[in-house]
């Protein structure tokens, strides 16, 4: 098992990619890291995002948080438009099909995620846009 290591952003995701996840899947405080490929709404170029995640009934979840700033991150509003994304775990890159989870879905969903990353709560207090959980579905 590799050890965690602390990347951010580019490298990281580049990092993870070039080893299949030997280095970058385990992330800070135990947390697990997938990589989502998203399309550029405008640009149509492919984008990469590295992302806490847990499996959740076969799904996969991911927090759109963006640290709780009042904006949503580029990768939310890129798969609202297009819900046709890639999801690479370790060495194996899916296709998969994103969505919010629902109202109903949301509270268990949440408690999930933030039992990972207690930060998540925090996050929420400092925005008034509901910070969504997208299910990450295998196509």
Do not use: C
């Amino acid at each position: 098992m590799s050890s965690a290591i602390d990347l951010h952003g580019d490298p990281h995701v580049e990092r993870y990619l070039a080893t299949n996840g030997e280095d970058g899947f385990h992330w800070r405080n135990g947390t697990e890291i997938l990589i989502l490929f998203t399309r550029g709404r405008k640009s149509g170029h492919e984008r990469t995002h590295a992302l806490i995640f847990r499996e959740h009934g076969g799904d996969y979840l991911v927090v759109a948080s963006k640290g709780g700033t009042d904006a949503p991150p580029a990768w939310f509003v890129n798969l609202q438009a297009d819900p046709h994304v890639e999801v690479q775990i370790k060495g194996d890159r899916f296709p998969a099909r994103a969505r919010v989870a629902t109202p109903e879905e949301k509270p268990e969903m949440w408690a999930k995620m933030a039992e990972v990353w207690p930060d998540y709560n925090e996050y929420q207090k400092k925005t008034d846009r509901e910070i969504p959980v997208v299910v990450l579905e295998r196509a």
